[in-house]
């Protein structure tokens, strides 16, 4: 897994909205960060351009030394290899929950039937074998999201991102997906960096834990040491 550097980074969105200001913080290999923020702070703006899906106005993010994002450098997102999770599971509607496991195996020089057994082992793996053939409309808020995160891990990224995962989802679900995430994401050995609003979320999950206010990264260090407002 990458360690991940993000130095100094700003971004300003046409029209000038400036939602990212200076932000500056490593992740070592392997890490579980969490970046907290109320709504409207900036943690999907920064997300997006570690994922590559944005572009910085300026500063830089490296990927184990390796610059992927500066004013004058953009890597592409699918050449990063990293998987994203998100709050609306975003599973492809027109196939089935193995169907998407394996899509995310598309670019690895597989075969379809190697692509298939890797994709049903990772859902066995995650106890949903028997879900394999159903279509995302047939699978509940809770399946739809381990579906997705199955999708994320299949390919063994270097980098996890995950943008408010648990958010539609009641809080029984959400304290068990909490545990595979981390129990998963940890065995797989990526380094995640996962955006919440959720203060017990952020304190379950991290090993350090970011706090973003109005763009500007206001405190970055082991949830023990943070002091936080009510
Ligand atoms: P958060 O994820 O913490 O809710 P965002 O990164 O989504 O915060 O948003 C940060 C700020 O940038 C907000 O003021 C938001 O309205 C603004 N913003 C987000 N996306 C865009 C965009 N595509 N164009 C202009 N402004 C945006
Ligand atoms: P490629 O670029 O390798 O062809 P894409 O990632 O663009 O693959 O996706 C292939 C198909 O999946 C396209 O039909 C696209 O519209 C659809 N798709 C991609 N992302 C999503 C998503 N988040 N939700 C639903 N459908 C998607």
Same mark, same amino acid.
């Given at each position: 897994a990458p360690d991940l550097s993000v130095v100094s980074v700003s971004k300003t969105y /046409? *029209? *000038?909205?400036?939602?990212? #200001? /200076?932000v500056t913080f490593e992740a070592e290999a392997g890490s579980f960060v969490v970046l907290l923020g109320p709504s409207g702070s900036g943690k999907s703006t920064l997300l997006r351009c570690i994922a590559g899906l944005e572009r910085v106005s300026s500063g830089s993010i490296s990927f184990s030394k390796r610059t992927v994002s500066s004013s004058t450098l953009h890597v592409k997102s699918e050449d990063r290899q990293l998987s994203m999770v998100f709050q609306d599971y975003a599973?492809?509607?027109?196939?089935t929950a193995l169907e998407n496991v394996a899509f995310? !195996?598309?670019?690895? *020089?597989?075969g379809k039937s190697e692509r298939n057994a890797s994709a049903a082992s990772m859902l066995e793996r995650m106890g949903l074998g028997h879900l394999a053939s159903r279509y995302p409309q047939e699978l509940s808020g809770g399946e739809q999201q381990r579906v997705a995160l199955a999708r994320a891990l299949v390919a063994r990224p270097g980098l996890m991102l995950f943008d408010e995962?648990? #958010?539609? !989802?009641?809080a029984d679900l959400r304290e068990r997906l909490r545990v595979e995430i981390s129990t998963l994401t940890r065995e797989v050995g990526a380094t995640a960096l996962y955006i919440t609003h959720d203060q017990s979320e952020a304190f379950a999950l991290a090993d350090y834990v970011g706090v973003l206010e109005s763009g500007r990264l206001v405190q970055f260090d082991r949830p023990e040491r943070l002091y936080l407002f009510p």
């Amino acid at each position: 897994a990458p360690d991940l550097s993000v130095v100094s980074v700003s971004k300003t969105y /046409e *029209g *000038g909205k400036c939602a990212l #200001s /200076e932000v500056t913080f490593e992740a070592e290999a392997g890490s579980f960060v969490v970046l907290l923020g109320p709504s409207g702070s900036g943690k999907s703006t920064l997300l997006r351009c570690i994922a590559g899906l944005e572009r910085v106005s300026s500063g830089s993010i490296s990927f184990s030394k390796r610059t992927v994002s500066s004013s004058t450098l953009h890597v592409k997102s699918e050449d990063r290899q990293l998987s994203m999770v998100f709050q609306d599971y975003a599973l492809w509607p027109h196939m089935t929950a193995l169907e998407n496991v394996a899509f995310a !195996l598309r670019r690895r *020089g597989l075969g379809k039937s190697e692509r298939n057994a890797s994709a049903a082992s990772m859902l066995e793996r995650m106890g949903l074998g028997h879900l394999a053939s159903r279509y995302p409309q047939e699978l509940s808020g809770g399946e739809q999201q381990r579906v997705a995160l199955a999708r994320a891990l299949v390919a063994r990224p270097g980098l996890m991102l995950f943008d408010e995962p648990l #958010s539609n !989802l009641d809080a029984d679900l959400r304290e068990r997906l909490r545990v595979e995430i981390s129990t998963l994401t940890r065995e797989v050995g990526a380094t995640a960096l996962y955006i919440t609003h959720d203060q017990s979320e952020a304190f379950a999950l991290a090993d350090y834990v970011g706090v973003l206010e109005s763009g500007r990264l206001v405190q970055f260090d082991r949830p023990e040491r943070l002091y936080l407002f009510p």
